[in-house]
């Protein structure tokens, strides 16, 4: 039986896999969508047994081809983002769990935003990505152009932003804007693989890191992000851990650690 609803939320194990159902309409985002992925984000960053989230688009044409204009012109404009901004994603600087982006075709727009946003970005090699916005007469707000022109060198941004052209993911595998491309056949494989990678670590620990490395792009130096760090939250927590003695005293003990998050 074919599931209508635009966004779908499954949880295996400790995976919770976010799908963009609209694979007519190529994933494009309406209105609702962004308080129904708002949803879904929340669930998980508040379940403190789900430690890694997969965010992705139904169908093999598209992983999302940014907003529904149709239905934002049918709305009005502009569109009223949620708390956490495009797609419930684009500002949720307060989640440290991380996030991986299965991209399975074209992430245009709001699409490579929302990819922009993940901490991972694993890619079929039918894959592309680019910022059109700006061809009708829009401005990319989600942070894609905040996040690109620090993840690129500034004249490959500027280009990327400024001509609307789509990237071929090998080209941007190559400038280091994905983190493994696969034939489409063997993406969600790849992508099962990182989780198991990322579900290896203590939910803590690997929080800790996201958070700790991401604040620290912000300090002035990396003097001042190793004196702020310790001010985190979630950098505090991982240190009074249990799982931090867990595990030390596993590794000493030869055996696997049993991780509890706390």
């Known amino acids: 039986m074919t599931d209508d609803r635009a966004v779908l939320t499954r949880r295996a194990g400790a995976v919770t896999w976010v799908t963009l159902n609209r694979p007519a309409a190529m ?6 969508m962004h308080d129904e992925l708002e949803a879904a984000f929340n ?63 074209l992430a245009l727009g709001g699409g490579f935003e929302l990819a922009l946003a993940c901490d ?11 910022l059109p916005e700006p061809v009708i007469g ?18 490959l941004a500027m280009g990327l932003i400024l001509s609307s052209r ?7 595998a190559a400038l280091g804007l994905v983190n493994e491309v696969v034939p489409a056949a063997g ?14 670590a203590a939910p803590l620990a690997l929080q800790a890191s996201k958070a700790t490395a991401l604040a620290g792009l912000d300090a002035a130096g990396i003097e001042a992000a190793m ?26 003990e030869k055996r696997p650690p049993r991780w509890t998050g706390r």
Request: charged fraction near 25%.
């Open 27 to 32: 994933n494009a985002i309406t209105r609702p």
């Open 43 to 105: 669930a998980f960053a508040d379940d403190p047994e789900q430690r890694v989230c997969v965010v992705t688009g139904a169908g093999d044409k598209a992983f999302c081809a940014g907003s529904d204009i149709r239905d934002a012109v049918a709305h009005g404009l502009p569109v009223d983002y949620p708390p956490h901004g495009y797609a419930g994603l684009a500002e949720r600087f307060d989640c440290p769990k991380p996030f991986i982006a299965m991209v399975n075709g």
């Open 120 to 130: 991972l970005v694993i890619a079929a090699d039918h894959a592309q990505f680019g």
């Open 138 to 155: 829009a401005v990319a707000l989600g942070g894609g152009l905040h996040r690109i022109v620090r993840q690129l060198p500034l004249k």
């Open 166 to 172: 789509r990237m071929p993911v090998a080209e941007a």
């Open 187 to 200: 993406l969600e494989a790849a992508v099962r693989r990182w989780c198991e990678d990322l579900l290896r």
């Open 227 to 252: 004196a702020a760090q310790r001010e985190l939250p979630i950098f505090k927590a991982w240190r009074a851990s249990a799982d931090l003695v867990e595990g030390f005293t596993a590794f000493s």
